[in-house]
């Protein structure tokens, strides 16, 4: 191994974790809306957490594209508001859940417990 190699290994070891919230890979219905579209696109996650989701699908957004998201988890309706915040053009994007209500956020957070026993 190069010392170049071993510097760049270090230097990932001692990048904090941004992440608040534990994710799980977990394939959800999930429904967004830009305020501007007419109609809901219908997709899946292929990780959730408390605090966002990734959707990978092959129209991306803007990152701080602001929607609206609907995830089913079973037969629950989660609903919330979601900011872009990863763009991965022609793959996928990373949302933040802003502004979901104290009993969805119940919902959500059962759902993951759920997933992790």
Known sequence: MSALQIEEMQTIKLQPERRKNTRFQTAVQVELRLDSAPAATHTHT?????GGCYVEMNFTLPVDSHLD???WLGDQKVATKAIVVTHHPYFGNGFRFVDMSAD??????RFLASLGQ
């Open 69 to 71: 998201m609907v995830l």
């Open 46 to 50: 292929t990780d959730l957490s408390l």
């Open 104 to 109: 969805d956020q119940s919902k959500l957070k």
